[in-house]
Protein backbone atom coordinates (compact mmCIF):
# COMPACT_ATOMS: atom_id res chain seq x y z
CA UNK A 1 0.00 0.00 0.00
CA UNK A 2 1.21 3.21 -0.97
CA UNK A 3 1.64 6.04 1.27
CA UNK A 4 2.43 9.61 0.67
CA UNK A 5 2.87 12.07 4.00
CA UNK A 6 3.39 15.87 4.01
CA UNK A 7 5.07 17.87 6.83
CA UNK A 8 6.53 21.50 7.36
CA UNK A 9 3.71 22.80 6.95
CA UNK A 10 2.35 25.81 9.48
CA UNK A 11 1.90 29.92 10.07
CA UNK A 12 4.46 32.57 8.44
CA UNK A 13 4.89 36.23 8.20
CA UNK A 14 4.94 37.42 4.78
CA UNK A 15 8.43 37.17 3.74
CA UNK A 16 9.81 34.09 5.96
CA UNK A 17 10.39 30.55 4.50
CA UNK A 18 9.31 27.21 5.37
CA UNK A 19 10.49 23.84 4.47
CA UNK A 20 7.92 20.66 3.42
CA UNK A 21 8.78 17.60 3.66
CA UNK A 22 7.17 14.71 1.88
CA UNK A 23 7.58 11.01 2.78
CA UNK A 24 6.60 8.34 0.46
CA UNK A 25 6.32 4.50 1.10
CA UNK A 26 5.46 1.55 -0.55
CA UNK A 27 6.40 2.08 -3.82
CA UNK A 28 9.99 2.23 -6.12
CA UNK A 29 10.58 6.39 -5.18
CA UNK A 30 13.21 6.59 -7.63
CA UNK A 31 10.87 5.45 -10.08
CA UNK A 32 8.25 8.17 -9.91
CA UNK A 33 8.72 12.25 -10.48
CA UNK A 34 7.18 13.82 -7.57
CA UNK A 35 5.35 16.90 -8.11
CA UNK A 36 4.30 19.60 -5.69
CA UNK A 37 0.29 21.10 -5.73
CA UNK A 38 -1.15 24.09 -3.62
CA UNK A 39 -5.00 24.25 -3.92
CA UNK A 40 -6.39 27.88 -1.72
CA UNK A 41 -9.68 28.25 -0.10
CA UNK A 42 -12.36 28.30 -3.40
CA UNK A 43 -10.04 27.68 -6.17
CA UNK A 44 -8.53 24.97 -7.99
CA UNK A 45 -5.95 23.10 -7.11
CA UNK A 46 -2.60 24.29 -9.16
CA UNK A 47 0.87 23.07 -10.47
CA UNK A 48 3.64 24.07 -7.98
CA UNK A 49 6.70 22.36 -9.16
CA UNK A 50 7.83 19.02 -10.54
CA UNK A 51 11.40 17.23 -9.49
CA UNK A 52 12.37 14.13 -12.05
CA UNK A 53 13.57 10.57 -11.02
CA UNK A 54 17.04 11.44 -9.96
CA UNK A 55 16.92 14.74 -9.31
CA UNK A 56 18.37 16.62 -12.15
CA UNK A 57 15.55 18.04 -13.98
CA UNK A 58 13.16 20.42 -12.05
CA UNK A 59 10.44 23.02 -13.58
CA UNK A 60 8.25 25.49 -11.48
CA UNK A 61 5.34 27.71 -11.97
CA UNK A 62 5.66 30.85 -12.87
CA UNK A 63 4.48 32.56 -9.83
CA UNK A 64 6.90 30.71 -7.31
CA UNK A 65 10.02 30.56 -9.63
CA UNK A 66 13.54 31.85 -7.94
CA UNK A 67 11.45 31.34 -4.90
CA UNK A 68 11.02 28.00 -4.19
CA UNK A 69 13.08 25.13 -4.87
CA UNK A 70 12.37 21.56 -4.77
CA UNK A 71 15.05 18.52 -4.05
CA UNK A 72 14.87 15.21 -3.11
CA UNK A 73 16.72 12.08 -1.32
CA UNK A 74 16.12 8.84 -2.78
CA UNK A 75 17.94 7.17 -0.25
CA UNK A 76 15.29 8.82 2.27
CA UNK A 77 12.28 8.56 0.09
CA UNK A 78 12.01 11.83 0.24
CA UNK A 79 11.53 15.15 -1.47
CA UNK A 80 11.41 18.90 -0.25
CA UNK A 81 9.90 22.27 -0.97
CA UNK A 82 12.01 24.67 0.04
CA UNK A 83 9.83 28.32 0.11
CA UNK A 84 11.88 31.13 0.73
CA UNK A 85 9.93 34.89 0.09
CA UNK A 86 7.03 33.87 1.28
CA UNK A 87 3.64 35.86 0.29
CA UNK A 88 0.20 35.91 1.46
CA UNK A 89 -0.89 34.74 -2.18
CA UNK A 90 1.02 31.68 -1.28
CA UNK A 91 -2.15 30.61 1.61
CA UNK A 92 -3.35 27.42 0.39
CA UNK A 93 -2.83 23.34 1.32
CA UNK A 94 0.07 22.28 -0.38
CA UNK A 95 -0.03 18.65 -1.61
CA UNK A 96 2.72 15.91 -3.13
CA UNK A 97 2.59 13.22 -5.18
CA UNK A 98 3.78 11.20 -7.48
CA UNK A 99 3.54 10.15 -10.75
CA UNK A 100 4.67 10.92 -14.58
CA UNK A 101 5.83 14.41 -15.45
CA UNK A 102 3.24 16.96 -16.04
CA UNK A 103 1.69 19.96 -14.34
CA UNK A 104 -1.65 18.35 -15.06
CA UNK A 105 -3.46 16.86 -11.43
CA UNK A 106 -3.75 13.83 -13.82
CA UNK A 107 0.36 13.37 -13.82
CA UNK A 108 0.12 11.86 -10.72
CA UNK A 109 -1.17 8.90 -9.67
CA UNK A 110 -0.37 8.96 -5.56
CA UNK A 111 -1.28 12.12 -3.53
CA UNK A 112 -0.52 12.73 -0.18
CA UNK A 113 -3.39 14.20 2.40
CA UNK A 114 -1.63 18.19 2.30
CA UNK A 115 -0.09 20.46 4.50
CA UNK A 116 -1.61 23.97 5.25
CA UNK A 117 0.52 26.82 4.81
CA UNK A 118 -0.39 30.10 6.05
CA UNK A 119 1.31 33.64 5.17
CA UNK A 120 0.09 36.31 6.98
CA UNK A 121 0.79 39.91 5.41
Known amino acids: QVHVVESGGGLVQAGGSLRLSCAAS????????MGWFRQAPGKEREFVTTISWSGSSTYYADSVKGRFTVSRDNAKNTVYLQMNSLKPEDTAVYYC??????????????WGQGTQVTVSS
Open 26 to 33: GLTFNNYY
Open 97 to 110: AAGRWGTSTTSYTY
